[in-house]
């Protein structure tokens, strides 16, 4: 199989801006990667953003949202040149209890706007079938494990809005039994980009700055670990505020000492997440705007493993989600699956995705997933 050139876009819990970033593949190697770039929300756009959270489809503020996302996407993305688009969209609501979950933004639209074929909606087949829809990374890491040579289990941890951690074991693939676990392991930068944008007026704590000058709350750190999402079992998924009413006695600490108490949370979670994992990673390369927050790096840096960013594999942390896109909008065209009951608990390996190609074009990509969808959906999905 010819390796694609496929172009990600991810727009994450954090809501700072959109990445996108190119990648060639067939879906199950990387072969190269290529030029990838940002287009940050303005406050504006990031306060349109915040107040459809937690809304669903019909909402008063989700077609305001919906719109802010894809015209961010659209100006970000007609800059490239590319034979097919993963597009996340923007996450709403997350309920896979209820097999439900929500990402603003139309792949229809932004499919005739960029007169190029759009993979999206990947998240909505895997909770309809049981699964928890997040995380969808995984088969991504996999691939990035073998692309940088690890003979023996690794771990990647994103720290975006939620952190999530895929454990890999790239000996075997990655739809074998033990290649994969995945699961979200609690809050990371949300909370702190919340409190700085309170406090601060400012969308994230630059440099740990605000974290630095506090001391963290032990009691309440014990207090918050008490939560029943720590209790279960992976895999398991988050939504963004999953912790707003658990964590609002940390934030009516004095904002440093508030900020350091979260940092100590996030260590807290992630350690909790290894206990969970077969074996113990040889390394834990951390992805995410968390893994430029030294105080968060600092906490990190007493688990029982190596913990690096992952520039230190070659790999881009600010961009990886964006390729994941990218390789996962590759395998839904191949009908290959983009999630596995190891990384979101779904009975049997999944295959996700819409693909919406702009009308009257014909192409040479592949076959298997010929779903054409051209109409312009004047509701987010």
């Given at each position: 199989?010819?390796?694609?050139?496929?172009?990600?876009?991810?727009?994450?819990?954090?809501?700072?801006?959109?990445?996108?970033?190119?990648?060639?593949?067939?879906?199950?190697?990387?072969?190269?990667?290529?030029?990838?770039?940002?287009?940050?929300?303005?406050?504006?756009?990031?306060?349109?953003?915040?107040?459809?959270?937690?809304?669903?489809?019909?909402?008063?503020?989700?077609?305001?949202?919906?719109?802010?996302?894809?015209?961010?996407?659209?100006?970000?993305?007609?800059?490239?040149?590319?034979?097919?688009?993963?597009?996340?969209?923007?996450?709403?609501?997350?309920?896979?209890?209820?097999?439900?979950?929500?990402?603003?933004?139309?792949?229809?639209?932004?499919?005739?706007?960029?007169?190029?074929?759009?993979?999206?909606?990947?998240?909505?087949?895997?909770?309809?079938?049981?699964?928890?829809?997040?995380?969808?990374?995984?088969?991504?890491?996999?691939?990035?494990?073998?692309?940088?040579?690890?003979?023996?289990?690794?771990?990647?941890?994103?720290?975006?809005?939620?952190?999530?951690?895929?454990?890999?074991?790239?000996?075997?693939?990655?739809?074998?039994?033990?290649?994969?676990?995945?699961?979200?392991?609690?809050?990371?930068?949300?909370?702190?980009?919340?409190?700085?944008?309170?406090?601060?007026?400012?969308?994230?704590?630059?440099?740990?700055?605000?974290?630095?000058?506090?001391?963290?709350?032990?009691d309440l750190v014990v207090q918050f670990m008490r939560h029943a999402y720590?209790?279960?079992?992976?895999?398991?998924?988050?939504?963004?505020?999953?912790?707003?009413?658990?964590?609002?006695?940390?934030?009516?600490?004095?904002?440093?000492?508030?900020?350091?108490?979260?940092?100590?949370?996030?260590?807290?979670?992630?350690?909790?997440?290894?206990d969970h994992c077969p074996t113990m990673p040889t390394r834990l390369l951390?992805?995410?705007?968390?893994?430029?927050?030294?105080?968060?790096?600092?906490?990190?840096?007493?688990?029982?493993?190596?913990?690096?960013?992952?520039?230190?594999?070659?790999?881009?942390?600010?961009?990886?989600?964006?390729q994941a896109f990218a390789f996962l909008a590759v395998r839904v065209l191949?009908?290959?699956?983009?999630?596995?009951?190891?990384?979101?608990?779904?009975?049997?390996?999944?295959?996700?995705?819409?693909?919406?190609?702009?009308?009257?074009?014909?192409?040479?990509?592949?076959?298997?997933?010929?779903?054409?969808?051209?109409?312009?959906?004047?509701?987010?999905?």
């Amino acid at each position: 199989m010819e390796p694609i050139h496929a172009l990600g876009a991810m727009s994450g819990t954090s809501m700072d801006g959109v990445d996108a970033a190119e990648l060639w593949t067939d879906g199950q190697v990387i072969h190269r990667f290529g030029q990838s770039a940002y287009h940050p929300y303005s406050d504006a756009d990031r306060a349109v953003i915040a107040r459809a959270m937690g809304q669903w489809q019909g909402d008063p503020d989700v077609a305001a949202a919906a719109e802010v996302v894809e015209m961010a996407h659209a100006r970000l993305l007609s800059k490239f040149d590319a034979a097919v688009v993963g597009f996340h969209g923007q996450t709403l609501a997350h309920d896979p209890d209820n097999r439900r979950t929500h990402q603003a933004g139309d792949g229809a639209l932004l499919a005739e706007v960029l007169q190029t074929p759009v993979v999206w909606d990947f998240r909505t087949a895997d909770v309809h079938l049981g699964g928890e829809g997040a995380p969808l990374a995984p088969a991504y890491h996999h691939a990035c494990a073998r692309f940088i040579g690890a003979t023996g289990p690794v771990a990647f941890l994103n720290l975006g809005g939620v952190g999530n951690l895929t454990w890999v074991d790239p000996s075997k693939e990655m739809d074998e039994t033990g290649a994969l676990l995945a699961f979200d392991t609690g809050p990371a930068n949300a909370p702190i980009n919340d409190l700085c944008v309170d406090w601060l007026g400012q969308p994230f704590d630059r440099d740990g700055a605000l974290a630095r000058e506090g001391t963290a709350d032990g009691d309440l750190v014990v207090q918050f670990m008490r939560h029943a999402y720590f209790h279960r079992m992976p895999p398991k998924s988050l939504d963004r505020d999953a912790f707003r009413r658990a964590g609002a006695a940390i934030d009516a600490l004095p904002p440093s000492h508030a900020a350091a108490t979260w940092v100590a949370v996030i260590a807290a979670s992630v350690a909790q997440g290894l206990d969970h994992c077969p074996t113990m990673p040889t390394r834990l390369l951390v992805t995410g705007g968390g893994r430029l927050n030294p105080a968060i790096m600092d906490a990190l840096s007493v688990l029982p493993t190596v913990v690096e960013p992952v520039e230190a594999a070659g790999l881009d942390g600010d961009m990886l989600e964006a390729q994941a896109f990218a390789f996962l909008a590759v395998r839904v065209l191949r009908g290959l699956p983009t999630s596995f009951p190891g990384t979101t608990g779904v009975s049997a390996c999944v295959g996700g995705g819409e693909v919406s190609r702009p009308e009257g074009r014909l192409d040479s990509l592949p076959n298997t997933a010929r779903h054409t969808d051209t109409r312009r959906v004047t509701k987010a999905r």
